[in-house]
């Protein structure tokens, strides 16, 4: 049984540039939101927003967060994120709270900062390791123009908000700003969103842009030059994030891929094996170890006249370079290796 069909409020765990391997949990239905961004890689906002609901059933998701605790736990991050804003859930705080009971994983939750005026979001929000808020805009005309936001939403409150967070929470604040070209990247707009950051007092910002397929075909990406000039008039502590998305992975699932690479970062595996461990068609395994290999994430090493696939990127670097000592130094490893590899 893969993950997917595992689990149904959990995702991943995926590799995460800024987390690690971060543990996702879906707290709202897809597209459930406050906002309906230009550049949202999930599409259009289906059900726009500001009412706190219990979208879905708090405990089930409990309940798969212990199993994947008892059963692999392997995470740096549990994330409450997902297809919409986690912040609607009316009972995020104690999700969080339970969650921080379950495990000694820190709890982060991303957010579009949208409920940030309300002191009942901002005290669960407290409950958290940490915490990463968007803010795209600090004039009204840009934040509509990229968050079109739900009609009751002002920017000046959620900006007050983010504020008096910051006042009252001791963890870790990484502020995010998507850039999309020709909308939020003007000299005036990033002089109003240095001078925000002043008062928001992130421990990070995170400048990222359009580098996955947008709701709106008309949002863009900055170039990375575009995107250092902004660095540079923002100052520390901006950085920029963004990752290109390469061609091969337009066509895949990005859950089907960190879950191969969580896959072969623990064991070197065929074509063949992954297809079967992940239950997908060789096809589909082969386009994504293409793009995988392509991209260097992934190395193929041929071992007695079978070709093997080796996740290297980031964080299974050091276990990789492991695997790569042993692997065939001896007929006896090679021999424990594919032990470890029956089902
Ligand atoms: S806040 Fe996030 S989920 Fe909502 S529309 Fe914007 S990018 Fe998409």
């Not at 939403?153 to 929470?169: K, P, V």
């Not at 492991?322 to 130094?329: D, I, K, L, T």
């Amino acid at each position: 049984m893969t993950f997917q069909q595992k689990y149904r409020y959990l995702f991943g765990p995926v590799r995460s540039r800024r987390l690690g391997l971060s543990l996702g949990i879906d707290t709202v239905p897809n597209k459930t939101c406050t906002f309906n961004c230009v550049y949202c890689q999930l599409g259009r906002t289906t059900y726009q927003t500001i009412l706190r609901e219990e979208y879905v059933p708090a405990n089930d998701v409990m309940t798969e967060l212990a199993d994947f605790l008892e059963y692999d736990g392997r995470a740096d991050y549990v994330t409450f994120s997902g297809s919409g804003e986690p912040t609607l859930h009316r009972k995020l705080g104690e999700m969080i709270v339970r969650a921080k009971r379950l495990t000694n994983i820190p709890v982060a939750v991303l957010t579009c900062s949208a409920l940030m005026y309300d002191a009942q979001v901002r005290h669960e929000l407290a409950q958290a390791d940490m915490i990463l808020p968007s803010l795209d805009a600090a004039s009204p005309r840009t934040f509509y123009a990229v968050n079109r936001p739900h009609g009751r939403l002002y920017l000046a409150e959620i900006i007050n908000g983010l504020r008096q967070f910051r006042a009252e929470f001791s963890g870790k604040i990484w502020l995010e700003i998507m850039l999309v070209k020709g909308v939020n990247d003007d000299e005036e707009e990033i002089a109003l969103l240095r001078r925000a950051i002043a008062e928001i007092q992130p421990d990070k910002v995170h400048l990222n842009t359009v580098v996955r397929p947008p709701a709106e075909d008309e949002a863009q990406a900055l170039s990375d030059d575009e995107l250092r000039a902004v660095q540079a008039k923002l100052g520390p502590p901006a950085e920029v994030i963004a990752e290109r998305w390469t061609a091969p992975r337009l066509s895949l699932d990005s859950r089907l891929i960190s879950e191969a690479v969580n896959l072969i970062a623990r064991h070197p595996m065929t074509l063949e094996e992954i297809s079967h461990y992940m239950n997908c068609k060789p096809e589909i395994i082969a386009l994504m170890l293409k793009g995988l290999t392509d991209s260097g994430e992934v190395e193929a090493r041929t071992h007695r006249g079978q070709v093997f696939y080796v996740a290297l990127a980031e964080e299974n670097a050091g276990a990789a370079a492991g695997v790569a000592a042993a692997w065939p130094a001896s007929s006896a490893v090679a021999k424990l290796a594919d032990e470890d590899l029956e089902p």
